[in-house]
């Protein structure tokens, strides 16, 4: 199947920063999104981005299929921003099955 | 818009029990939905895909018969967990996908389940 890879694993940021989360995936893709998971384990949708350039505030996501990953970009961060980021894809043709990197847990601190 | 709802949120039981965790699609038709279990400090794990009105395919690893899937209804997806043990207890989290030309998945706030 195929795997996903996310850097870093862990990431303290002072508030303010801004800071990039990378996904690297195995094979192409028809569905990539990045996931918020807040301290209470509710996933939060971020992000559908299969390919291209979006931005939501203070996100962004850029995806570059033919090279296999993915960025997601947090500006001028906020302790609220803290938790653990997840890319998840899912490949093949009618294939919906997404799997889960392994996170980036990210703790900004005031 | 494309909010998914689980009920209980927290649920705890008794070894030997069974417990069932409803997913429901709140506006939206939901053709696929996905059962995730989330151990503590770790990613989520595909445990089967629901399509509704067939059964449910499960991944390798996850005991169909203690683990019992129902999709009766494009809004509706239940997972039973039979004769519960210890080891059962973790963070369930359901998922839909439906909408048209989109592979796109929602969420569910998810259910921690505690096998005393």
């Known amino acids: 199947g195929i795997q996903v890879e996310q850097s870093p694993p862990d990431l303290i940021l002072q508030e303010g920063a801004n800071s990039t989360l990378r996904c690297n995936f195995s094979?192409?893709?028809?569905?990539l999104q990045w996931f918020h998971q807040n301290p209470w384990g509710q996933l939060i949708n971020l992000f559908y981005?299969?390919?291209g350039t979006k931005q939501n505030g203070r996100l962004s996501a850029t995806t570059v299929a033919t090279e296999r990953y993915s960025l997601l970009y947090i500006s001028s961060s906020q302790t609220t921003d803290s938790g653990v980021y997840f890319c998840?894809?899912?490949?093949?043709?009618?294939?919906?099955?997404?799997?889960f990197g392994k996170g980036t847990k990210l703790s900004v601190i005031p | 818009g494309a909010v998914v709802s689980q009920h209980p949120s927290r649920v705890i039981c008794k070894s030997g029990t069974s417990v069932k965790i409803e997913c429901r699609s709140l506006?939206?038709?939901?053709?696929?939905m996905f059962w995730y279990r989330q151990f503590p400090k770790q990613s989520l794990m595909l445990m089967a895909t629901s399509n509704e009105g067939s059964k449910a395919t499960y991944e390798q690893g996850v005991e169909k018969d203690k683990f019992l899937i129902n999709h009766a209804s494009l809004t509706l997806s239940t997972l039973t967990v039979t004769s519960a043990h210890p080891e059962d207890s973790s963070f369930y989290i359901c998922?839909?996908?439906?909408?048209?030309?989109?592979?796109?998945?929602?969420f569910g706030p998810g259910t921690r389940l505690t096998v005393t």
């Open positions: 981005i299969p390919s």
């Open positions: 998922s839909a996908t439906g909408l048209a030309s989109s592979y796109e998945q929602y």
């Open positions: 506006d939206f038709q939901a053709t696929t």
């Open positions: 094979d192409s893709v028809n569905n």
């Open positions: 998840a894809v899912s490949s093949g043709a009618g294939s919906y099955q997404l799997t």
